[in-house]
């Protein structure tokens, strides 16, 4: 059985058509071969495709593997069976977020949902205080590490601590609750 | 004509001097920026991890405030020179143009806002604007500054040729390479210029932290890839490729034990140079390593090359 959440990416995409994105996949492993970040990872692009078809999806849920992915496009364009794999990778991504199941300690999926925090409430990121929190989380010695760099880049004028916002964060928040509530309906 | 511009949330930190540099040349060369107003976060390549619905209702709105900025039946052009932003809100007029359960769900989420995407906004990248829109021979006739003898390695990076190709060849564009010619400079045979330098992770400031081990090797493999080809400057389309070449070049020495050095410029700054445009107009004060002469684009060691 070919998982549910790569069926509704595929609608999602086709509007409607409903394209079962693993089924033409011929495992010729194009994908890896062309993936920078194979390497690095615990599965790469063909493996995870051979697992979900192997039914074992909690696997690849859990995995680093697919926060591994930097969502280049390379495997998508390379694929001679056109498999939209960064795009199902992304499904697979906010699956394990909302199963709560996305390694905890990996650093991809802290930085992701940090930056979503930050989104939601000021509408713009801030660089400074996204690095900044981030390395408190998961590192903090990068923090040392990174001073110089961060004083050359003040100096610069290449980087504030100074938040930045939309003029009205409270738009942007009334926008994506109508979202969630739209998501409850459905639900 | 004026365009249309989204800075995105790097503008307002590391990529500063990519924001001035574009200011000065499009203003040079007769068309002004116009940033939008009240402009939020597209999403990047970090949200859509979370949720895309969501993902997409953030760049929505941005492609609406465009509409909104310049109100007609006319398509209206976003100019959006980050790489990650340039996807994301290409994506966003894809998916909703597509129409389907996604559209409705963000067209009603733009509502809750008082917006609406009529779908008039069209995403364009500096460089397609430069290239396509400007053209080369106008660029060229107001070159005062020739880059003679500067050997430059265009790099594209990921996001700009990839899903989605708009302007120039997927796996071999030239925009880049015919802009610098046009300038008078002379860009190297370089293969890996649409290979991915690990940085487009997320827009969140000193990237490499994310997965250092890894950024830092895909990124030495392109810098040290394009010395070997004699380049003096690899010339980068966006915000976060250009940072995450040029900030960690010391961590790649140190880790690798051979040096590497190069100037990592954004492609506005060296089309600047060439149309006589101040340096600091250019942003080139802001920048942690660059080694090209002032006076010129033929030498490899100025003044600054200690700095």
């Given at each position: 059985m070919l998982p549910a959440l790569v069926e509704s990416e595929a609608r999602d995409r086709t509007g409607g058509v409903?394209?079962?994105?693993?089924?033409?996949?011929?495992?010729?492993g194009t994908c890896s071969a062309v993936c920078p970040l194979a390497d690095y990872m615990d599965r790469n692009p063909r493996q995870m495709i051979a697992t979900l078809r192997a039914g074992r999806e909690e696997e690849i849920l859990r995995s680093c593997g697919i926060w591994t992915c930097?969502?280049?496009y390379a495997c998508t364009v390379a694929c001679p069976k056109q498999v939209p794999l960064t795009d199902s990778i992304y499904a697979l991504k906010r699956e394990a977020m909302r199963q709560g199941?996305?390694?905890?300690?990996?650093p991809t999926p802290v930085m992701a949902r940090q930056f979503v925090r930050t989104v939601d409430k000021w509408g713009r990121s801030t660089e400074s205080r996204i690095s900044l929190s981030f390395y408190l989380r998961t590192d903090p010695k990068q923090l040392l590490r990174h001073v110089r760099l961060g004083l050359r880049l003040l100096q610069a004028g290449r980087m504030s601590l100074r938040r930045e916002s939309v003029p009205e964060p409270a738009q942007i928040r009334k926008m994506l609750e109508a979202l969630e509530m739209a998501a409850g309906e459905a639900a | 004509m004026n365009y249309t511009y989204y800075p995105g949330c790097s503008a307002r930190g590391t990529g500063r001097p990519y924001e001035e540099s574009l200011q000065a040349v499009f203003e040079a060369l007769g068309s002004g920026l116009d940033a939008l107003d009240d402009w939020n976060c597209?999403?990047?390549?970090?949200?859509p991890a979370v949720d895309m619905a969501k993902a997409f209702a953030l760049s929505a709105r941005n492609l609406a405030l465009a509409e909104d900025a310049r109100p007609g039946t006319e398509p209206v052009d976003l100019v959006a020179p980050c790489a990650g932003c340039y996807r994301a809100l290409l994506r966003t007029e894809r998916a909703l143009s597509d129409g389907g359960g996604v559209a409705d769900r963000v067209g009603g989420a733009l509502r809750a806002a008082a917006l609406h995407y009529e779908g008039r906004a069209r995403t364009r990248h500096p460089l397609d604007v430069l290239v396509n829109d400007i053209g080369l021979d106008r660029i060229a006739d107001a070159v005062v500054r020739p880059l003679e003898g500067l050997r430059v390695a265009c790099y594209y990076g990921c996001l700009l040729v990839r899903p989605y190709a708009t302007f120039d060849d997927?796996?071999?564009?030239t925009s880049l390479e015919r802009l610098v010619q046009a300038v008078g400079a002379e860009p190297v045979d370089w293969p890996?210029?649409?290979?991915?330098?690990?940085?487009?992770?997320?827009?969140?400031?000193?990237?490499?932290?994310?997965m250092p081990e890894a950024t830092l090797e895909l990124s030495r493999l392109l810098l040290e890839d394009a010395a070997q080809r004699g380049a003096n400057v690899i010339v980068t389309v966006c915000p976060l490729c250009q940072f995450n070449l040029e900030a960690f070049q010391g961590q790649m020495s140190h880790k690798s034990g051979k040096p590497v050095r190069l100037t990592v410029s954004y492609f506005s700054q060296v089309v600047g140079l060439a149309l006589g445009l101040d340096e600091r107009a250019l942003g080139?004060?802001?920048?942690?390593?660059w080694r090209l002469a002032s006076t010129t684009g033929t030498k490899t060691t100025g003044a600054n090359a200690r700095a």
């Open positions: 409903g394209v079962d994105l693993w089924r033409d996949c011929f495992q010729c930097t969502s280049c199941v996305y390694p905890r300690r990996f | 597209c999403g990047a390549t970090a949200y997927q796996r071999e564009p890996l210029r649409t290979r991915c330098c690990g940085g487009s992770c997320y827009c969140g400031g000193p990237l490499v932290g994310v080139i004060h802001r920048m942690l390593n």
